[in-house]
């Protein structure tokens, strides 16, 4: 009896223990090593956001550009968002020290960067690097605009895309060139017929439908995603730019073919009124652009620039727009204290309102407020000397950046409609205007 009970304790002591064993077992299986593997994912990081596509080809990028002393800048709008959104992690984070792979490995197609043409050393070694690197890479050239003139049209082409693909994602590098306004320009991405239009989905580009304008930003280092990369100082100022990037050029071959059948005038006095309606026109959006009025160039001088190229020597005035949404009440002070005291006003902020300073040497700053309905625009007029009002409907229109006379100012995009609408009437292929402009 006492073997017997001692061989049933003993069954039930082995027994026992094997279930505690088991239980041990499905414990750490279930929960323990569930806990460990996520502290472990939380110290080293998301391995499947460090292994994705788009930060490996990102990654790759950085140390070809880095190494071939390539100077480019972040310019992704959706990338840049997200940093602006965590600025103060980002800022505060140190290279190597990232554990979580937050930016560069969200999904997408592509990622944007810009090149500074301009400081560039290596203009195409670095290419060939990028290939043996396993990026396939295909470059966007086009005529050089800034060399484009009355007397000759140039030829000479410049580099305006790069788009190097790495497997599934691709890096697109955007050319900025330096403009004589001091900014920063970019071309069109158009294809030409030998580029295999399945190399990447060009239609889902954020950059190059059409050529852009930006102000030229300050840029500064930080680390993301641990890469250490430059992105504008201003991050969510350069989004809010891309959408109202778009640039128009002047159409300096029809201006050629204006100017062999009416000889330009390049007497003393032409030049003279030019120079001081340059000046003007210069102080003018030195001072709207600091009290943050947008403006545009209207009548007279949007006719000059659209027909010409240039100042109509004729005109005798310097001729804006503005948005009657964007006045401010605080605008004839601060052209006073510029130095343009204020000739005449007519109307009212609430109808018809224009403004009208004087410049030196009898050149005049005129600027009309616009007005928006349903489905038109318009602006109201008065004759200085009889008092009588006129009121002009516009198609709707957008803004568009242009160069004229070495400075970057907004144009209508519908130009030629906005100017048939100004001069009803009038043969925009010789000179003159309505007499009621």
């Keep these: 009896m006492s073997r017997i009970n001692k061989n049933v304790v003993l069954a039930l002591l082995t027994l026992t223990s094997s279930a505690f064993l088991l239980f041990q077992l499905y414990y750490y299986k279930h929960y323990l090593s569930a806990k460990n593997a996520a502290g472990l994912s939380k110290s080293k990081g998301s391995r499947i956001g460090f292994d994705s596509i788009q930060w490996r080809a990102v990654k790759k990028f950085i140390m070809l550009t880095s190494n071939q002393n390539v100077p480019v800048f972040l310019i992704d709008p959706l990338i840049l968002e997200l940093i602006n959104k965590n600025f103060e992690q980002v800022k505060n984070t140190s290279y190597g020290s990232t554990s979580e792979c937050k930016f560069f490995c969200v999904p997408r197609d592509f990622t944007a960067f810009a090149l500074q043409y301009h400081l560039r050393k290596n203009e195409e070694g670095w290419i060939q690097v990028a290939e043996n690197m396993g990026f396939q890479c295909i470059k966007i050239e086009s005529k050089d605009p800034r060399l484009d003139g009355i007397d000759s049209l140039s030829g000479t082409e410049i580099p305006l895309h790069y788009i190097c693909k790495l497997a599934t994602h691709a890096i697109h590098l955007i050319v900025f060139h330096e403009r004589s306004g001091n900014y920063l320009w970019h071309g069109h991405l158009r294809l030409k017929e030998h580029i295999d239009r399945k190399f990447v989905p060009f239609r889902k580009l954020r950059f190059g439908r059409y050529p852009g304008a930006f102000d030229r930003p300050e ?123 204020l000739k005449h006003k007519f109307g009212k902020v609430e109808d018809s309102l224009e403004l009208s300073f004087q410049g030196k040497d009898d050149v005049k700053l005129d600027i009309f407020f616009f007005y928006e309905e349903t489905d038109h625009m318009w602006n109201g007029g008065t004759q200085a000397k009889t008092g009588k009002k006129f009121k002009y409907l516009f198609p709707k229109f957008t803004l568009c950046w242009t160069e004229f006379v070495d400075m970057k100012v907004h144009v209508p995009c519908e130009t030629l409609e906005y100017i048939e609408a100004n001069y009803d009437g009038v043969s925009l292929c010789r000179p003159g205007w309505s007499a009621v402009a």
């Design 219 to 341: 840029l500064q280092q930080v680390t993301v995603d641990g890469l250490e990369v430059l992105i504008p100082k201003d991050p969510m100022y350069f989004v809010e730019e891309i959408p109202h990037s778009r640039f128009i050029e002047c159409r300096y071959k029809e201006a050629r073919a204006f100017f062999q059948q009416y000889l330009d005038d390049n007497t003393v006095e032409a030049m003279a009124f030019r120079k001081s309606a340059k000046e003007l026109l210069q102080l003018a959006a030195k001072t709207l652009n600091k009290l943050g009025i947008p403006f545009w160039l209207s009548s007279g001088t949007c006719l000059g620039w659209y027909r010409q190229c240039n100042i109509i020597p004729y005109s005798k005035d310097v001729d804006l727009g503005i948005f009657i949404q964007d006045y401010k009440s605080d605008i004839i002070l601060a052209f006073q204290d510029a130095g343009l005291p």
